[in-house]
């Protein structure tokens, strides 16, 4: 069975710098997608990045990208420039070619003015 | 615009209840997903289900059923509702195939007292 790691409960960054979130992933499937999701206090999932596993190339969009590293089976998402509405919980995610959804235990992210 | 939208924002029943949980999607998604939030535990999924009338369990299934007679209906049923199944309820949508990520509902804080 898949399973989705994130190994930080919480993360702190200040104001305009950068911050990475960890996460790792346990699977047999060679086809698959990763996600990062934000939720924020109103609690509605807003998706952050996606990043298709047979792309080598890292997926980025505007200051968040990815490290995606599919051998060791590792998928962080970084966050340039940090703004205080980047604050929020983030989730990663795994969808399986059978196209079942299987999350981490979230980061909480706190940015600091 | 996508759209999921879960009958509840907010909830309270008395222990003992029989609980229904409405889901509605309106992208005619194959797959629609129940997920249970609770702090440091993340989401886990509960029940999902790939077509009309078909289901699968999740990784915590126990204590509660799923109903499915409709493409854009989903319901999570507690057949008796016990103060451990106080938590956040997510539902989710995502089409067959592809890489597309899910969509969520905005979720229900179910409380049971």
């Known amino acids: 069975a898949q399973t989705v790691t994130q190994s930080q409960p919480e993360m702190s960054v200040q104001e305009a710098e950068t911050v990475t979130l960890s996460c790792t992933y346990d699977?047999?499937?060679?086809?698959?997608?990763l996600f990062w999701y934000k939720q924020p206090p109103s609690r509605q999932m807003i998706l952050v990045i996606r990043q298709e596993a047979y792309k080598q190339q890292n997926a980025t969009e505007n200051r968040f990208s990815v490290n995606f590293q599919k051998a060791a089976k590792s998928f962080s998402l970084k966050i340039s420039d940090s703004q205080l509405g980047d604050a929020a919980m983030y989730f990663c995610?795994?969808?399986?070619?059978?196209?079942?959804?299987?999350f981490g235990t979230g980061t909480r992210l706190t940015v600091i003015p | 615009d996508v759209k999921v939208t879960q009958s509840s924002r907010y909830l309270v029943k008395r222990t003992g209840e029989k609980v229904f949980l409405e889901c509605v999607q309106d992208m005619d998604h194959e797959n629609m997903f129940w997920y249970r939030q609770d702090p440091g535990l993340g989401l886990r999924l509960i029940y999902f289900?790939?077509?009309?009338?078909?289901?699968e369990k999740g990784d915590i299934p126990e204590g509660y059923s799923v109903s499915r007679e409709k493409k854009e209906r989903f319901s999570l049923i507690l057949e008796s509702a016990s103060t451990n199944q106080t938590s956040m309820y997510l539902c989710?949508?995502?089409?067959?195939?592809?890489?597309?990520?899910?969509?969520f509902g905005q979720g229900t804080r179910l409380t049971v007292v």
């Open positions: 995610a795994y969808r399986s070619g059978a196209n079942n959804l299987f």
């Open positions: 699977t047999s499937e060679s086809d698959y997608y």
């Open positions: 289900s790939y077509d009309v009338k078909m289901k």
């Open positions: 989710a949508s995502i089409p067959s195939g592809g890489g597309t990520e899910a969509f």
